[in-house]
């Protein structure tokens, strides 16, 4: 069954700064989206990729999807307190199923 | 839109009793999803709906867990009995029909599950 590592764990990093949230599969990639979770809440969509070397932009985060499609990242630039939470890749398939990664816990601090 | 409906939002219960989570998802999504997030496992899928029929379950627990979707608005997941290690948040998400392979899951806030 695939799998989805994500690093770091988690990151606390001073407002204004970049940081770079990866995700790794065990299988390739058809599909990858990313959610944000803020602390007690549901998840929120950010943003999906699908072909190898897509890149994406929504406001100052921006995701990429490597050529082999085994990977992506997610970039923030500028970080702010309200990036703060937790970060969740998902993998789709033929399927309407979604498997998600261990997440990365996001702590922006002024 | 009200987006997924979850309730109730917390439940705390002894160990033993019977627990019903509900959801409605958004009017007009044919695919309902349940998952479950622990701080050990992360947010794992437990069972979900295409057209109200339950397509893969392959996540549920055991025997206790059961889900059921009577109709396109409504749906059940039912713990009986309830065990401390149940504890966890219960997401509801719901997903329209996927269009150039694109299949974005809006999820619900949540139910907060405490089993003592």
């Known amino acids: 069954s695939q799998e989805l590592e994500q690093s770091p764990q988690s990151l606390i990093v001073q407002e204004g700064k970049n940081l770079t949230i990866n995700c790794t599969s065990s299988?390739?990639?058809?599909?990858l989206y990313w959610y944000k979770q803020k602390y007690g809440e549901g998840l929120i969509f950010l943003m999906m990729?699908?072909?190898?070397?897509e890149e994406k932009s929504h406001e100052k985060i921006t995701a990429k999807l490597d050529e082999k499609k085994q990977q992506s990242s997610l970039h923030i630039t500028a970080s702010q307190p309200s990036h703060a939470g937790i970060y969740l890749c998902?993998?789709?398939?033929?399927?309407?199923?979604?498997?998600f990664g261990t997440g990365t816990r996001l702590q922006v601090f002024p | 839109d009200a987006g997924v409906i979850q309730s109730p939002r917390h439940e705390v219960t002894e160990m033993g009793q019977e627990v019903t989570l509900r959801c409605k998802p958004i009017?007009?999504?044919?695919?309902l999803f349940w998952y479950r997030q622990t701080m050990m496992r992360g947010l794992e899928l437990l069972i979900y709906?295409?057209?109200?029929?339950?397509?893969?379950d392959s996540g549920m627990p055991e025997d206790r867990f059961s889900a059921k979707m009577p109709n396109a608005s409504f749906s059940t997941l039912k713990i009986q009995p309830s065990e401390p290690r149940d504890s966890a948040v219960y997401f509801c998400?719901?997903?329209?029909?996927?269009?150039?392979?694109?299949?974005?899951?809006?999820f619900g806030p949540g139910t907060r599950l405490t089993v003592l």
């Open positions: 998400a719901s997903s329209s029909p996927r269009l150039a392979g694109v299949n974005e899951q809006f």
């Open positions: 299988k390739t990639l058809y599909g």
């Open positions: 990729l699908q072909k190898g070397g």
């Open positions: 998902g993998a789709g398939s033929n399927t309407d199923k979604l498997i």
């Open positions: 009017s007009g999504h044919n695919s």
């Open positions: 709906f295409n057209n109200n029929v339950p397509i893969d």
